[in-house]
């Protein structure tokens, strides 16, 4: 497959991209991977291109501004064959057919020399400038890439801008690498780290210098294992040049020490800028890793000649001094590491926060996992959260499956937001209803009004968008929260009887008909730590759950009466009023105030129909529960 290569007025105006076969290309100022954006004389949209298999065919596009030059004549539309090239503004594109094979067989260098970390850092650059302006756009070259494949792009091109004496640069990795610098790409092995190169710094203090009779030292066979290095992006100054062949011997001992390696092959005195030809080899080349997991296995390769001037280079006393550029690789790597740490660190968290709320998040990033997530016992408040209607939608839905699917999620998009935002943990979803919960990883004083505030947001939404109506339950009390399941899977959520009261209290709104219940517990911190302002509480009865043996008081958590001035603050004393004649056997008494309470309010008639059911007399055994039959 043949390369594309752009190049601008300035070095660093480059990028070499691989051309598919068969498929349409457009190349233009703006937009894409094909994008020439240093050159205001390309056209948005202005060159269209296809390689057939033997020739580019290019052709300009009906918005182009600017001519296309071929062989210095314009052309609209034209072929060519790898070699040669042609030319839009300041821009010349050449199509190159060149292999890059990984060498096995390069010459020994007369010279290795090792550069331990330490060493680089004493190392003064002769022109900071330029080194420095290059490094800056690192970041854009990175959060610019879309893909791995176009990072190597952008960072070959930028490396050859950087190192103006290197005729050739590549990212390369090994596929296994293990020995001294453990590192592999994709078998879970350890990369060497800091750790590592603090102890070579510590043990070479300067950079180690060695005439070599083969490119490696020997070693045992069951430390080192040689890999099949990968050049995954390469690029060289001269587009018509010979194939590119990089040593493997030399990435490998790079990666395996974990530091910079230089290989020297011809001394400057040998070697003429006559002397090179389509197939010679370069006179000098290094590798440089890139170090940490989040680039685990690669390299840079550099490799250039000796007595060739470039735009750019800084002239030197000794040509074949090369300890400027080692360097400059190095702080690339560096920062390549450090920035792909940070955003592989972006794109889990942005993963994980689909799994795990905020509060969550925020302690993992501040502790060990394990122990954050290791289940263990806390006082939590638990809130269940359920559609009404969703039967019916169904029915109604039935031949839309995938849009009733998406109401569902929305619906329960309203659930999870609301939790989350009141710090809550979203514990699990139940068919058509969330869980959440508060109290965990970290103790919060506030859970209950933290839990009241969400689920009145989430009853005022429903409301206000009238698609689908919901029940609410909200019990506290102890329970067991983290990581809970099996060997074969888990999932951070909580569990006890607190988790069973909160979900029978949401099965009871649909009995009682009102929207939030409160177990016993809730409502008394509701009462102490919940202003009227933010919302109200009403005691509705003593009931026993059906299939338990313990009764239990339920309460109805109300928005202010601002919010919500159907049902007044003298509507819940007389509720509080008619209730408290109907626990003590006045039923007569209870029904005549109730009935003095807004039709509206259907919470009233629970109590109605009981005691009318009774013939406004209570039982004899009355206990002042009310047992229920159903869940």
Same mark, same amino acid.
């Given at each position: 497959?043949?390369d594309l290569?752009?190049?601008?007025?300035e070095?660093?105006?480059?990028w070499?991209?691989?051309?598919?076969e068969?498929?349409?290309?457009v190349?233009?100022?703006?937009?894409?991977?094909?994008?020439?954006p240093?050159?205001h004389?390309?056209?948005?949209?202005?060159?269209?291109?296809?390689?057939?298999?033997?020739?580019?065919?290019?052709?300009?596009?009906?918005?182009?501004k600017?001519p296309?030059?071929?062989?210095?004549?314009?052309?609209?539309?034209?072929?060519?064959?790898p070699?040669?090239h042609f030319?839009?503004?300041?821009t010349?594109?050449t199509?190159?057919?060149?292999?890059?094979?990984?060498?096995v067989?390069q010459?020994a260098?007369?010279?290795q020399q090792?550069?331990?970390?330490?060493?680089?850092?004493?190392?003064q650059?002769r022109n900071?400038?330029?080194?420095?302006?290059?490094?800056?756009?690192?970041?854009d070259?990175?959060?610019?890439?879309?893909?791995?494949?176009?990072?190597f792009?952008r960072?070959?091109s930028?490396?050859l801008a950087?190192i103006p004496?290197a005729?050739?640069?590549?990212?390369?990795?090994?596929?296994?690498?293990t020995?001294?610098g453990?590192?592999?790409t994709g078998d879970?092995?350890?990369?060497?780290?800091?750790?590592?190169?603090?102890?070579?710094?510590?043990?070479s203090?300067?950079?180690s210098?060695?005439?070599?009779?083969?490119?490696?030292?020997p070693?045992?066979?069951?430390?080192?294992?040689?890999?099949?290095?990968?050049?995954?992006?390469?690029d060289q100054?001269?587009?018509i040049?010979?194939?590119f062949?990089?040593?493997q011997g030399?990435?490998l001992e790079s =990666?395996?020490?974990g530091?910079?390696?230089?290989?020297?092959?011809r001394?400057?005195?040998?070697?003429?800028?006559?002397s090179y030809?389509?197939?010679?080899s370069?006179?000098?080349?290094?590798?440089?890793?890139?170090l940490?997991?989040?680039?685990r296995g690669w390299g840079?390769?550099?490799?250039?000649?000796?007595?060739?001037?470039?735009?750019g280079?800084?002239?030197s006393?000794d040509p074949?001094? =090369?300890?400027?550029d080692v360097?400059f690789?190095?702080?690339?790597?560096?920062?390549?590491?450090s920035?792909?740490? #940070?955003?592989?660190?972006?794109?889990?968290?942005?993963?994980?926060?689909?799994?795990?709320?905020?509060v969550v998040l925020?302690?993992?990033a501040?502790?060990?996992?394990?122990e954050?997530?290791?289940?263990?016992e806390t006082?939590?408040?638990v809130?269940f959260?359920?559609?009404?209607?969703?039967s019916?939608?169904?029915?109604r839905h039935s031949g839309?499956?995938?849009?009733l699917l998406?109401?569902?999620s929305?619906?329960?998009g309203?659930?999870?937001h609301?939790?989350?935002?009141?710090?809550?943990v979203v514990?699990?979803?139940q068919?058509?209803?969330?869980?959440?919960?508060?109290?965990w990883?970290?103790?919060?004083?506030?859970?209950v009004?933290?839990?009241?505030r969400a689920a009145?947001a989430?009853r005022?939404?429903?409301?206000?968008?009238?698609a689908?109506r919901?029940g609410i339950g909200i019990?506290t009390?102890?329970?067991?929260?983290g990581?809970?399941?099996?060997?074969?899977?888990?999932?951070?959520t909580?569990?006890g009887?607190v988790?069973n009261l909160?979900?029978?209290l949401?099965g #009871?709104t649909?009995?009682?008909?009102?929207p939030i219940l409160l177990?016993e517990?809730?409502?008394?911190?509701v009462?102490r730590e919940?202003?009227?302002?933010?919302?109200r509480?009403?005691?509705l009865a003593?009931?026993?759950?059906?299939?338990l043996d313990?009764?239990l008081?339920?309460s109805?958590?109300?928005?202010?009466s601002?919010e919500?001035?159907?049902?007044?603050?003298?509507h819940l004393?007389?509720?509080e009023?008619?209730?408290?004649?109907? =626990?003590?056997?006045?039923w007569s008494k209870?029904?005549?105030?109730?009935h003095?309470i807004p039709?509206?309010?259907?919470?009233k008639?629970?109590l109605v129909?009981?005691?009318?059911?009774?013939?406004?007399?209570?039982?004899?055994?009355?206990?002042?529960?009310?047992?229920l039959a159903?869940?």
């Amino acid at each position: 497959m043949p390369d594309l290569i752009a190049q601008g007025t300035e070095a660093q105006h480059r990028w070499r991209r691989p051309l598919p076969e068969g498929q349409e290309i457009v190349l233009g100022r703006l937009g894409g991977v094909w994008a020439v954006p240093w050159d205001h004389q390309v056209s948005r949209r202005h060159v269209a291109l296809v390689w057939d298999g033997r020739r580019l065919k290019v052709r300009r596009l009906p918005d182009a501004k600017n001519p296309l030059f071929l062989g210095g004549r314009e052309k609209d539309r034209f072929e060519i064959a790898p070699g040669e090239h042609f030319v839009v503004g300041q821009t010349v594109f050449t199509l190159a057919d060149q292999r890059v094979d990984v060498s096995v067989d390069q010459p020994a260098p007369v010279q290795q020399q090792s550069f331990s970390a330490q060493y680089l850092k004493g190392v003064q650059f002769r022109n900071p400038d330029h080194r420095i302006e290059v490094l800056t756009r690192l970041p854009d070259v990175i959060s610019g890439a879309a893909g791995d494949q176009e990072l190597f792009v952008r960072l070959v091109s930028m490396l050859l801008a950087g190192i103006p004496r290197a005729d050739a640069a590549a990212v390369v990795a090994a596929e296994e690498v293990t020995g001294d610098g453990e590192r592999g790409t994709g078998d879970g092995k350890r990369s060497a780290g800091k750790d590592d190169r603090d102890q070579t710094a510590e043990n070479s203090r300067h950079a180690s210098v060695s005439s070599l009779p083969s490119p490696l030292s020997p070693r045992p066979s069951h430390l080192f294992s040689p890999p099949a290095p990968l050049v995954l992006h390469w690029d060289q100054r001269m587009a018509i040049a010979g194939n590119f062949r990089p040593s493997q011997g030399l990435i490998l001992e790079s =990666l395996r020490q974990g530091q910079s390696v230089l290989h020297v092959w011809r001394g400057a005195a040998a070697a003429l800028p006559d002397s090179y030809t389509a197939s010679d080899s370069f006179d000098w080349a290094f590798c440089t890793p890139v170090l940490g997991k989040s680039c685990r296995g690669w390299g840079l390769y550099l490799a250039g000649r000796f007595n060739v001037e470039r735009s750019g280079a800084t002239p030197s006393s000794d040509p074949t001094d =090369l300890r400027e550029d080692v360097k400059f690789a190095e702080l690339v790597a560096a920062m390549l590491s450090s920035l792909r740490e #940070m955003r592989l660190l972006e794109h889990r968290h942005a993963t994980l926060s689909q799994f795990f709320s905020p509060v969550v998040l925020e302690t993992l990033a501040d502790e060990d996992p394990e122990e954050v997530l290791a289940p263990r016992e806390t006082e939590v408040t638990v809130m269940f959260c359920d559609l009404r209607g969703f039967s019916r939608e169904s029915e109604r839905h039935s031949g839309d499956l995938l849009g009733l699917l998406r109401r569902v999620s929305n619906a329960l998009g309203v659930m999870t937001h609301h939790i989350r935002a009141q710090g809550g943990v979203v514990g699990d979803f139940q068919g058509d209803a969330a869980m959440g919960f508060w109290g965990w990883p970290l103790p919060q004083k506030d859970a209950v009004p933290r839990a009241c505030r969400a689920a009145l947001a989430v009853r005022a939404e429903f409301e206000a968008a009238a698609a689908f109506r919901t029940g609410i339950g909200i019990a506290t009390g102890p329970a067991v929260a983290g990581k809970i399941g099996t060997v074969d899977q888990v999932k951070v959520t909580v569990f006890g009887p607190v988790v069973n009261l909160a979900a029978r209290l949401e099965g #009871m709104t649909k009995i009682i008909q009102a929207p939030i219940l409160l177990d016993e517990a809730t409502a008394a911190k509701v009462r102490r730590e919940v202003p009227r302002e933010a919302a109200r509480l009403r005691r509705l009865a003593n009931v026993l759950p059906f299939g338990l043996d313990t009764p239990l008081e339920i309460s109805e958590l109300l928005p202010p009466s601002a919010e919500y001035p159907q049902l007044a603050d003298e509507h819940l004393q007389l509720y509080e009023a008619a209730l408290d004649a109907f =626990l003590s056997g006045e039923w007569s008494k209870s029904f005549e105030l109730l009935h003095r309470i807004p039709a509206a309010d259907q919470v009233k008639d629970f109590l109605v129909v009981h005691i009318a059911r009774h013939n406004r007399r209570p039982p004899p055994d009355w206990d002042a529960v009310i047992p229920l039959a159903s869940k």
